[in-house]
């Protein structure tokens, strides 16, 4: 079974962990926290979103946020957008990346927005040109490529022609985002070998959620097809849009810990991650899901 | 990635789970909730233990929970022993197969019984003997080879001595338990695939507690490694001996899930099995960790 020496972790809890939350943060909180993290060597931070205030109200300060923020050199701090109302947030903020996302649900898309997912991602032309115009990097998100409530699984062609219609657009770092926590190790694998194999000039990102427990084992599946970026949140905070109260993202520490434990550089300081995902439930004040919060590391048990 | 094409889930709550309860069940309510899991599809039930009623209390009525059982044809329904004592008791109860258990740590054991874990099951054949004199079967677990409080990693060749010692005595169904929550998913593929080459002759059982969230990643890799017997938990029910209030077992709804989603066969009606682990939550009155049970299954999605 293959697993990478190295792998980055991109810490999403500023923003899908966040935005999931009743209590909104103040924008001191969430830039004390992002800095935090930079502090113990996260190298992607996904800050916060420039979608509507009225949509996703915990992210209506994200441009106060980005301008407050303390910098750390080398570190990518990427926020989620729209449309081109984001890009022109972003460039008014200071914000550097941005990323777009499409359901690859093919139904769903149809439904809501009279167009296929490859049709909505070609809209997403303006953004692209004025993303380019400012210097501002681009990522493509495609979420539930591993299964929806509209559409049981999808077809791998389907998944293909987003990645291509990204790739028409000059995007090739694309996150495929199990949103709905539907996806299973095998179809991970199979996948991303795939996916990897037929696009080599993209860089993947992989996203997963904790609903059905099935997190770390898409991570480890992944990793032997070859992946070798990932999504956590700290704590595990998140949540899936479809089932009020299940699980949230994949918990940053306890992949953290494992890859420790399996020998995979992260460059991530454990024990620094550990004490910011105490200080997020004291400051969302409920208990968080993470395992190794609650058990210790495995080093901890030595007598 | 090699998955097989059927596994056999082997339902261990009522043993390694209630034992960790607080409360204790009556005898028929155990006697019940046993009878819905051989209803549910299970063909091998730990039913409970036989050590000292003052070691465990919650396990002192396993004689007359034997007794009073309905089994139902083809399932096998085990009991873990610490000693002849133990057989004895299976003998007058009706229990026809036992299972022994041993520490892989050299350290623990010698400090604790001042001998090698490999002296430890060679004193069980006075165990082995009377099980045989009364046509009882007897399993073997290995508890820790993954890692200990006392030995970080287990070299392997220590392991392999157990193995040899049971092999010994005649016993060729071995558990591996990872009691300690300590073990990792490459770990787990290596051992597998060391252990499954040198003893062919051997039936692997592989027992994951989900301490640090590594249980169903486990189950993954040790799938990848050619095993398809796999202890879990109603409930996720259970716990770690060395931290209390960790997560216990691998949840057994969640491993059916995945296996069903997986296409991989298990025998068992996952409704059913979710019915049994909401009932068991009434039973010990608190929350219990499964995600399925909190989340529903991908299909209960689907619009």
Redesign the interface.
């Known amino acids: 079974?293959y697993?990478p020496d190295r792998v980055v972790i991109c810490e999403v809890g500023p923003r899908d962990g966040l935005q999931n939350e009743e209590k909104v943060l103040t924008v001191e909180e969430k830039i004390s926290l992002i800095e935090k993290v930079a502090d113990a060597g996260f190298k992607v931070i996904e800050v916060g979103s420039f979608m509507h205030p009225r949509a996703v109200p915990q992210m209506a300060t994200t441009d106060e946020v980005f301008r407050g923020l303390r910098k750390k050199e080398g570190v990518e701090y990427r926020a989620l957008i729209g449309n081109a109302r984001g890009v022109e947030r972003a460039v008014a903020c200071g914000c550097d990346k941005v990323k777009l996302n499409v359901s690859a649900c093919r139904e769903h898309n149809l439904a809501n927005l009279n167009m296929t997912p490859e049709e909505s991602v070609a809209r997403f032309k303006e953004s692209t040109d004025l993303a380019r115009a400012h210097q501002i990097a681009v990522s493509g998100s495609i979420s539930m490529p591993f299964?929806?409530?509209?559409q049981?699984r999808i077809p791998v062609e389907e998944v293909k022609t987003i990645v291509e219609a990204y790739i028409d657009l000059g995007i090739t770092e694309i996150s495929l985002s199990d949103a709905?926590?539907?996806a299973?190790?095998?179809?991970v694998?199979d996948l991303c070998s795939r996916l990897k194999a037929d696009y080599p000039e993209v860089k993947w990102i992989l996203h997963f959620h904790?609903?059905?427990?099935?997190g770390?084992?898409n991570?480890?599946?992944a990793m032997?097809a070859g992946i070798t970026w990932f999504d956590a949140s700290f704590g595990g905070l998140g949540g899936?849009p479809?089932?009020p109260?299940?699980?949230g993202n994949v918990?940053t520490e306890?992949v953290v810990?494992?890859c420790e434990?399996?020998?995979i550089e992260t460059g991530i300081n454990l024990d620094k991650g550990l004490e910011i995902a105490r200080w997020v439930g004291r400051l969302v004040a409920h208990e968080l899901p993470?395992?190794?919060l609650?058990?210790?590391?495995?080093?901890d048990?030595?007598?």
């Open positions: 079974m697993k299964g929806s409530p509209w049981y709905s926590g539907m299973m190790p095998d179809q694998y904790n609903t059905r427990g099935m770390i084992a991570i480890v599946a032997a899936c479809f089932v109260g299940a699980a918990v306890d810990h494992m434990e399996m020998g993470g395992f190794v609650k058990a210790g590391k495995n080093s048990l030595l007598k």
